[in-house]
């Protein structure tokens, strides 16, 4: 495409060149490549409940953390689990942009006492629905990166994370490797930094809202805190998009 376009900044330097030509030769090669760079672009959706999303999860510190040979759109919306999600409609949504890579964490939403239309049991429904989700990307042929949730900031008396998200992290490590498929295991990695920080400092990346501090989503310094982090563990288990990533040693 830079070839093509290559010309008409030769004659635009010309200075016998008439400008309002030069501008309309210029305007009209814009959007050739745009089209292009776009075209050219490795798409990555992310697929997923709150914690993922753009203004209460990782999101946003994650499509940062790539340069612009990387385009991520992320399908993630609050409040859902793994079984919502595909009957909200929001799961063809995603995958209808043909994806190279989609990156699916579920698990908050589908623990017990979230109500029928999300919960799921982990070794049962949620086993079937995460592992259908990860067909159907191969089906399509794209790449499917299964994402364990990351932690509630919980704590015990000793100091430790009280997690209630563990049995849905082990099934997901026990579905990447029935399925060969790459794992981010964001789970025990978010319990380990937020007991490296401390209660306290977990304060800077929790929400609040009325006084109340919110245990679960992460604020924009929690968001650029851990998007990174997933976005590095992603260039590990998928060395191709190492190229794109931005923050290298």
């Known amino acids: 495409m830079a070839k093509s376009i290559k010309p008409h900044f030769s004659r635009i330097a010309d200075p016998k060149f008439s400008v309002p030509v030069a501008m309309l030769l210029l305007l009209s090669a814009l959007p050739m490549v745009a089209h292009g760079d776009e075209a050219s672009k490795v798409l990555i959706v992310l697929a997923g409940d709150s914690t993922v999303t753009d203004h209460a999860g990782w999101g946003r510190g994650f499509a940062d953390s790539y340069g612009p040979g990387v385009k991520v759109i992320n399908s993630s919306v609050g409040g859902r689990s793994s079984k919502s999600f595909r009957d909200e409609g929001l799961w063809h949504k995603a995958i209808n942009a043909k994806p190279d890579y989609v990156l699916i964490q579920f698990g908050h939403n589908d623990q017990s006492g979230k109500g029928p239309e999300r919960e799921t ?92 501090v919110d245990a679960t989503h992460l604020n924009t310094a929690g968001g650029q805190l851990f998007g990174p982090m997933v976005a590095e563990d992603l260039q590990r288990v998928v060395p191709q998009l190492s190229q794109f990533f931005l923050l290298q040693d």
């Open 121 to 212: 049991d982990p070794e049962t429904t949620y086993r079937v629905n995460m592992t259908r989700y990860v067909d159907e990307v191969i089906a399509m042929g794209g790449q499917p990166v299964l994402v364990t949730s990351i932690s509630r900031r919980l704590w015990s008396e000793d100091g430790k994370i009280r997690s209630t998200l563990t049995p849905y992290a082990e099934v997901v490590r026990k579905i990447a490797v029935e399925k060969k498929v790459p794992l981010i295991d964001l789970h025990p990695r978010s319990i380990k930094v937020y007991e490296a920080l401390g209660r306290a400092a977990c304060l800077t990346i929790s929400p609040k809202e009325d006084g109340k």
